[in-house]
């Protein structure tokens, strides 16, 4: 069934119960010298390039191939349009190393035909925190698919994590493959109703009408939380505490440290915004919000062509209800002028999707740990890993 995977240090369908087999990594490291030292055969007409992220040309490469071939929806109506700001605040976190970024060419036309990234991340599983890789932007062009190049691609990028003495990776997929740590639910909130009917993202609900709906999701002008303003530099140790403290509680979480944060969570125009509660009596940093920029292109519609999707990333509520946090995030993003506001059911994301009327969508998010045995699939809240 899974000609590829079946042959990966992964956790395989046929062990699901097995309750003999110990949590932990699946294969032990061999020392670096034993590694592969040269790069995988890829099929003759094709060549492996190292992408430079910081070079305008190819960032604009990568752009182009992920914006035309990468991840679309069950009916093939929406892609997901990574910006290049984005790309290359995804591939440059702290450590980050240039040869994980991973291109494909054909050698006659140099032209990029596929890629694969991965970034250096430490990410706690129960009480052991692991060097992992975090794989993404796996995209192989359309013209180029089913000729099994994913593989090598994978095999590529794992033998180069590996010479960097690192044996486990995380990462998420659409797809269901051996086997998932736990499978998560997208959910959508509306903020541009009307846009979102038209570009048939979503649908007018039975018994309702336009103006009804638009009034449903309505939000007030401005945020409600005395005290809550952007995050800036000079947050960074605060919302470093604050952040380790949340992220403590779960099972699968990232390890942060205050580079980690001021890369990841410090704001970045269109890339990635994030807010915090400063106390008016004490100045304590006692809340925290962020979302992440992804748009998608709209296919084939007339009126329209990009949806502008801000995604909940890393949130922790001390003080300030979480609903009223989250309320206020939606107010914030609907100012900058968002169309939707998007959510997985990972941490205490479920106590206010609800009520704050998102709605389930037809996407689920496969999250997945190589070489790394987790001997029970988590619940969705029991994961504080949010991957772009
Ligand atoms: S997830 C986003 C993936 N990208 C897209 O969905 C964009 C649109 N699609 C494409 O570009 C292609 O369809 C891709 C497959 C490139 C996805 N993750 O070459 P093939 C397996 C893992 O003939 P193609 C992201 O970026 C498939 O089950 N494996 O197929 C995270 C089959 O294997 P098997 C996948 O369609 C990526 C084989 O590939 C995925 O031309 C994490 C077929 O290959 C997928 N999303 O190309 C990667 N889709 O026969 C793993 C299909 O066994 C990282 N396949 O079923 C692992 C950790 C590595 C580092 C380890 C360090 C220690
Ligand atoms: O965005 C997604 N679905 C949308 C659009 C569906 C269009 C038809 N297929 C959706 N809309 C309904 C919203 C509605 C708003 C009012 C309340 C009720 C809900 O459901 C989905 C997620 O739901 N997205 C995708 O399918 C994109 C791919 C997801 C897998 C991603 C793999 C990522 C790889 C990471 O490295």
Redesign the pocket.
């Known amino acids: 069934?899974?000609?590829?995977?079946?042959t990966?240090p992964v956790g395989q369908f046929k062990d699901l119960g097995d309750k003999s087999l110990p949590e932990g990594p699946i294969e032990l490291p061999i020392p670096i010298s034993e590694v592969k030292q040269e790069p995988y055969n890829l099929p003759n007409l094709y060549e492996w390039t190292t992408c430079d992220i910081d070079s305008e040309e190819t960032r604009t490469e990568v752009y182009n191939l992920l914006t035309n071939?990468?991840?679309?929806d069950d009916e093939n109506m929406f892609r997901f349009n990574y910006s290049k700001e984005f790309i290359r605040w995804a591939l440059r976190p702290p450590g980050y190393f240039r040869n994980w970024h991973i291109g494909v060419r054909v050698k006659a036309s140099k032209k990029l035909v596929?890629f694969?990234s991965?970034v250096p991340a430490r990410i706690r599983v129960r009480d052991e925190v692991v060097k992992?890789?975090e794989?993404?932007?796996?995209?192989?062009?359309?013209k180029?698919?089913?000729?099994?190049?994913?593989?090598v691609?994978?095999k590529e990028?794992?033998r180069r994590?590996?010479l960097e003495n690192?044996?486990?990776?995380a990462?998420?997929?659409?797809?269901v493959?051996p086997t998932p740590v736990t499978t998560c639910q997208y959910w959508h909130r509306s903020l541009n109703p009307k846009k979102l009917i038209d570009v048939q993202f979503s649908r007018l609900g039975a018994r309702m009408t336009m103006s009804r709906t638009i009034k449903l999701y309505k939000l007030p002008g401005s945020t409600a939380t005395p005290g809550m303003r952007k995050m800036e530099l000079r947050d960074v140790p605060a919302v470093t505490r604050l952040l380790r403290n949340y992220l403590s509680q779960f099972v699968v979480a990232p390890d942060f440290d205050e580079d980690d944060v001021e890369h990841w969570l410090l704001p970045t125009e269109n890339v990635v915004d994030s807010f915090l509660v400063e106390s008016p009596e004490t100045h304590e940093i006692t809340d925290f919000c962020s979302f992440y920029t992804l748009p998608s292109t709209i296919l084939g519609n007339p009126n329209y062509s990009t949806l502008k999707a801000a995604y909940s990333f890393y949130n922790v509520s001390t003080r300030t209800p979480l609903l009223q946090l989250i309320n206020d995030m939606l107010i914030l993003a609907k100012q900058k002028d968002y169309d939707v506001f998007n959510a997985l059911d990972v941490m205490h994301n479920e106590t206010f999707l609800k009520e704050l009327k998102f709605g389930p969508g037809d996407g689920q998010l496969h999250y997945?740990v190589?070489?790394y045995r987790i001997r029970h699939a988590l619940k969705p809240s029991e994961l504080g890993l949010v991957l772009l």
């Open positions: 069934r899974h000609a590829f995977w079946e990966q071939n990468y991840v679309e596929a694969i991965g992992m890789a794989v993404n932007f796996l995209c192989v062009h359309k180029l698919r089913s000729k099994r190049l994913a593989p691609m994978i990028v794992t994590v590996h690192m044996w486990q990776a990462y998420t997929a659409g797809v493959l997945y190589y070489n």
